[in-house]
Nanobody, 124 residues
Framework: QEQLVESGGGLVQAGGSLRLSCAAS????????MGWFRQAPGKEREFVAA????????NYADAVKGRFTISRDNAKNTMYLQMNSLKPEDTAVYYC?????????????????WGQGTQVTVSS
């Protein structure tokens, strides 16, 4: 079974940057689309960014467009989320997820495997 492990979260001041990583254990990482979601306290989980199986297509939530960049290295079985110009409203637990399909999706129901999450806290 696929296992996903996020890392790279932490505490950062507003305007700062963080780079999240999502390491996958399975042999089929390069076959499927991946995504990042986040959940702030008292709020529902929301879509952040997604990338297709080969990394040629990406999609971003409006709230992060122009500030966050999703990428993947299939040789390393790893996906990344570069987060720049962070804002206090970006504070949340960030989750990586894997689809059982080539093409990206923006709804959490379309993802099969999930990591345990990594906390990102942005101070003002």
């Amino acid at each position: 079974q696929e296992q996903l492990v996020e890392s790279g979260g932490g505490l950062v001041q507003a305007g700062g940057s963080l780079r999240l990583s999502c390491a996958a254990s399975g042999r089929t990482f390069s076959t499927y689309a991946m995504g990042w979601f986040r959940q702030a306290p008292g709020k529902e989980r929301e879509f952040v960014a997604a990338i297709d199986w080969i990394g040629s297509n990406t999609n971003y939530a409006d709230a992060v467009k122009g500030r966050f960049t999703i990428s993947r290295d299939n040789a390393k079985n790893t996906m990344y989320l570069q987060m720049n110009s962070l804002k206090p409203e970006d504070t949340a637990v960030y989750y990586c997820a894997r689809r059982h399909y080539f093409y990206l999706a923006v709804h959490s129901d379309d993802y099969t495997y999930w990591g345990q999450g990594t906390q990102v806290t942005v101070s003002s």
